[in-house]
């Protein structure tokens, strides 16, 4: 079965600030998709960004970007110029291959962006 | 474009009654899956739909919950009879069958508080 472990349960930042959030994963899969979700206080889960693992170039959306680590199986997300907005629960997921399969999430981070 | 739509939002009801929770996916959107969040965790998977199959419902405590998904549009998730440890938010997702099939928009929970 996959894990994933996300070993920081709260995290601070400054506005306009940097900040890495760090995510490992279990698996024998060699191809699969990792993900980032937020889910803010609303509740409203999010997708943040995407990586398929066949992919060594990492990800990046805007202010988002991973650094994708396989042969660690690391998959961490850096927030680049922080925003109030991002405060939020972050959560490392994992989907095996195949159509539609199921997502399997980390404990989440809980970030917190500051004045 | 509407989101994934869920009711209620919220729910209070005493252990050993009834509940329900309706869920209306994306337009389009024949992959519908049912996932429990408990307090400080990440989601889990109870059961997953393609149209209105029931492909993948192994997590599902079929003592006590139940789920359909008639015409393989709106589904519904039901527990009788609730226990307290099934207070948790239960959330909805959907995905495309093609094209993106492999992220889930998620809808904003509802939030159940057994007594």
């Known amino acids: 079965a996959q894990t994933v472990t996300q070993s920081q349960p709260e995290m601070s930042v400054q506005e306009a600030e940097t900040v890495t959030l760090s995510c490992t994963y279990d698996?024998?899969?060699?191809?699969?998709?990792l993900f980032w979700y937020k889910q803010p206080p609303s509740r409203q889960m999010i997708l943040v960004i995407r990586?398929?693992?066949?992919?060594?170039q990492n990800a990046t959306e805007n202010r988002f970007s991973v650094n994708f680590q396989k042969a660690a199986k690391s998959f961490s997300l850096k927030i680049s110029d922080s925003q109030l907005g991002d405060t939020a629960m972050y959560f490392c997921?994992?989907?095996?291959?195949?159509?539609?399969?199921?997502?399997?999430f980390g404990t989440g981070t809980r970030l917190q962006v500051t004045l | 474009e509407a989101g994934v739509v869920q009711s209620p939002r919220y729910k209070i009801i005493e252990k050993k009654q009834p509940v329900a929770f309706w869920c209306n996916p994306i337009?389009?959107?024949?992959?519908l899956y049912w996932y429990r969040q408990n307090l400080g965790q990440g989601p889990e998977l109870l059961i997953r739909?393609?149209?209105?199959?029931?492909?993948?419902d192994s997590q599902l405590p079929k003592d006590r919950f139940s789920a359909e998904r008639l015409k393989g549009v709106d589904s519904t998730l039901k527990i009788q009879p609730a226990e307290l440890g099934d207070s948790a938010v239960y959330l909805c997702?959907?995905?495309?069958?093609?094209?993106?099939?492999?992220?889930?928009?998620f809808g904003p929970g509802t939030r159940l508080l057994v007594l």
């Open positions: 739909y393609e149209n209105e199959e029931a492909v993948d």
């Open positions: 997921a994992f989907m095996k291959p195949g159509t539609a399969s199921k997502l399997t």
């Open positions: 698996t024998s899969e060699n191809n699969y998709y």
């Open positions: 997702a959907s995905s495309p069958p093609a094209g993106g099939w492999e992220t889930q928009y």
């Open positions: 990586q398929e693992a066949y992919k060594q």
């Open positions: 337009s389009g959107h024949n992959t």
